[in-house]
């Protein structure tokens, strides 16, 4: 098992649409979650951190995690063709001094016009 | 905020040149930063974590005489890829996470694709 798993897509979503893209992790003691998006050739950006159970609201970008369910997703409202790129969904591990980050495969999300 | 540097953005160079990567947090002390490798359509894997003054450590199966990392200050650390070949091309990445403890998110730079002839 992956320690975190995401579906590869491609999510395709029409414009205007909301996107739903979803993370398990295996790591009971991962303390802190974050979601990044990388467009093609391009390093990854910080979309959004959360690091307790619920919902939590940045613009157009919902990021929800369930600690029992070792659950986290991201929700894209309103979602507009430049939202096109993969999005990699990042757990810190618990275990390490360092608090390295082990990264989803990613998810690429496209949005036609 | 939280802008990290990464130069030269691209190299292309002969077989057995060595090539050293700059990371630099340019509005932040990055007590930790981190250097990753990603070929094409696969995700980001870590190669080594560094601290300010400390020896980095390195993920299993990476050689450290190969990929020589110097955190010298807390806004500077460089990679260099010693003796290169063609197999060690690809897309090197760093980031840099602040002060405020080990949940604080990690920064990337821009990246620098690297071809090795």
């Known amino acids: 098992q992956k320690e975190v798993e995401q579906n590869s897509g491609p999510l395709s979503v029409p414009e205007g649409a909301i996107a739903s893209l979803n993370c398990t992790y295996s790591d009971r003691v991962s303390q802190s979650f974050f979601w990044y998006r990388q467009y093609s050739g391009k390093s990854p950006e910080l979309i959004m951190s959360i690091y307790s159970n619920g919902d939590k609201e940045d613009g157009r970008f919902t990021a929800q995690l369930n600690k029992a369910s070792q659950y986290v997703s991201l929700l894209i409202r309103d979602s507009q063709p430049s939202d096109s790129a993969t999005y990699l969904c990042?757990?810190?591990?618990?275990?390490?001094?360092?608090?390295?980050?082990?990264f989803g495969t990613g998810t690429r999300l496209l949005v036609s016009p | 905020g939280a802008v990290v540097s990464q130069h030269p953005s691209r190299v292309i160079c002969k077989s057995g040149t060595s090539v050293k990567i700059e990371c630099r947090s340019l509005?932040?002390?990055?007590?930790?930063m981190f250097w990753y490798r990603q070929f094409p359509k696969q995700s980001l894997m870590l190669m080594a974590t560094s601290n300010e003054g400390s020896k980095a450590t390195y993920e299993q199966g990476v050689e450290k005489d190969k990929f020589l990392i110097n955190h010298a200050s807390l806004t500077l650390s460089t990679l260099t890829v010693t003796s290169a070949h063609p197999e060690d091309s690809s897309f090197y990445i760093c980031?840099?996470?602040?002060?405020?403890?080990?949940?604080?998110?990690?920064?990337f730079g821009d990246g620098t694709r690297l071809s090795i002839l």
């Open positions: 980031s840099a996470r602040g002060v405020g403890g080990r949940n604080q998110p990690q920064h």
């Open positions: 509005d932040f002390q990055a007590t930790t």
């Open positions: 990042a757990v810190n591990r618990g275990d390490t001094g360092f608090q390295k980050l082990v």
